[in-house]
């Protein structure tokens, strides 16, 4: 507040002040006399248009007429700017008259010199009305960009933490199935499998404090998952990784692949008697990190009821919230009878 007062006052002083020195220059370009009475009518001048426009600010102000203003009071600030500039000049008038700041030769009345100061004078107060307004109105934009700005920061911020509790729970209820399907069949296995949950569970409530985190730490995770899954699928998985070491330190949002290798198992390996393969690569490719899970099998057409998948759903929607435009998601069939998921995010450099 008090940066706003100091700024208003700055710009009144500055602007009476450049006010003075063009009439002192116009004056001298006409080569009008330099009398004391010529300075003396422009300092009343100067103080009482630094008065009475400051008094019209605080009637603004008080009234609430400030832009944007109501249509309504359009009229009303109209009435009051013209009742500024008839005190303004009949003030100007009063004390040009009481300290008597004229050539008695060339005497003029009262009311002829209010007549003529409010024909030549007033405008200075609609300039200023003027200059006042269009300073609100440039910073009531800026004011709402601003808050435009915060609103799609806070929309971001909760559609982000939306999707993550839906990641987490998804994730759960499969890898508790995995471990249910090992409780009768092999305790000791079992045992193993808590373990290794236990690992990726602590890894993701880890990862839920970050909008990003290095591949590295999400292949860690991946390879926990993965390893859970072979429990329940045996040889019917098989797991291969391509992995450009150069690649580990690139930022990726969190359990987003662990996202697309959970749905190659469900909507590929395990709908297939004889399994299959999952194959996990990273590497650099036009300037992007291409983050691909293929899968054997095959979309057989239904790309549309995939597309409605939670899986790749929430992995377009976070791309799209952490990156923009700058990254990409596709799903396709491959011609050596496989399905793969490609991410493309733009190369980063990131310190955690």
């Known amino acids: 507040m008090r940066w706003k007062i100091s700024a208003y006052w700055w710009c009144q002083l500055g602007g009476w002040l450049f006010y003075s020195l063009a009439m002192v220059f116009f004056a001298f370009v006409f080569e009008q006399k330099y009398t004391n009475i010529f300075y003396s009518r422009l300092a009343i001048g100067v103080f009482a248009g630094i008065f009475f426009t400051h008094l019209l600010r605080l009637l603004i102000i008080r009234f609430n007429m400030r832009p944007p203003t109501q249509k309504q009071r ?4 109209a009435l009051l700017i013209l009742t500024i500039c008839v005190l303004y000049n009949m003030a100007n008038s009063a004390l ?28 200075l107060i609609f300039v200023w009305t003027s200059i006042y307004f269009v300073w609100h109105y440039i910073e009531a934009g800026r004011k709402n960009e601003i808050q435009q700005v915060r609103l799609e920061t806070l929309v971001k911020e909760l559609e982000l933490k939306t999707i993550k509790s839906h990641i987490n729970p998804h994730f759960i209820f499969n890898a508790l199935n995995s471990i249910r399907a090992l409780v009768d069949e092999n305790p000791d296995r079992a045992r193993t499998a808590i373990t290794e949950l236990s690992n990726i569970l602590r890894s993701s409530m880890q990862a839920e404090k970050l909008e990003l985190a290095p591949f590295e730490k999400e292949l860690g995770i991946v390879k926990d998952y993965l390893a859970l899954e072979h429990i329940r699928f045996e040889d019917r998985l098989r797991i291969e990784y391509d992995i450009d070491e150069d690649t580990m330190e690139q930022p990726v949002p969190p359990m987003m692949l662990q996202t697309l290798v959970e749905n190659a198992i469900k ?3 395990s709908q297939q008697k004889e399994g299959g393969v999952v194959r996990v690569i990273s590497d650099f490719k036009d300037n992007h990190h291409e983050l691909i899970v293929q899968n054997s099998g ?14 790749i759903n929430s992995t377009r929607n976070r791309l799209k919230l952490l990156f923009g435009g700058k990254a990409s998601f596709d799903i396709r069939d ?16 990131m310190h955690y």
């Open 267 to 269: 909507h590929g390996i």
């Open 74 to 77: 359009w009229f009303q600030l």
């Open 298 to 311: 095959h979309l057989n057409g239904n790309l549309e009821a995939a597309a409605d998948g939670f899986g």
């Open 96 to 123: 040009v008259e009481w300290f008597k700041l004229y050539d008695p030769i060339k005497k003029i009345s009262f009311e002829k010199r209010f007549l003529g100061n409010l024909i030549f004078d007033s405008p």
């Open 334 to 349: 491959t011609d050596n009878g496989m399905v793969e998921a490609v991410v493309k995010m733009p190369v980063k450099d």
